[in-house]
């Protein structure tokens, strides 16, 4: 597995944002078990996406996360 945490930072130890320009089909990888696949536009011009990860990695739309235990089960506020 690749470790990618000595790229760029900003203050604060925040990292740089890599933009990448993706035509459908074609893919974006994430380390060795995340694939991320542009599947095109729907039909109200939002980008469609497919991910592929492991179980154990959450994967979760950031307007409807919810705060993860470890284990990544949802915790009640």
Same mark, same amino acid.
């Given at each position: +597995?690749?470790?990618?945490? =000595?790229?760029?930072?900003?203050?604060?130890?925040?990292?740089? +944002?890599? $933009?990448?320009?993706?035509?459908? *089909?074609?893919? $974006?990888?994430?380390?060795? =078990?995340?694939? $991320?696949?542009?599947? *095109?536009?729907?039909?109200?011009?939002?980008?469609?996406? *497919?991910?592929?990860?492991?179980? =154990?990695?959450?994967?979760?739309?950031?307007?409807?996360?919810?705060?993860?235990?470890? =284990?990544?089960?949802?915790?009640?506020?």
């Amino acid at each position: +597995m690749h470790d990618y945490t =000595d790229g760029p930072t900003l203050h604060a130890g925040l990292q740089l +944002m890599l $933009i990448l320009t993706r035509r459908k *089909g074609e893919q $974006i990888l994430i380390g060795d =078990d995340v694939v $991320i696949t542009i599947l *095109g536009l729907g039909t109200h011009g939002e980008h469609r996406v *497919g991910i592929e990860a492991p179980r =154990d990695i959450p994967v979760v739309r950031s307007e409807i996360a919810w705060k993860l235990d470890e =284990d990544g089960n949802r915790i009640e506020e």
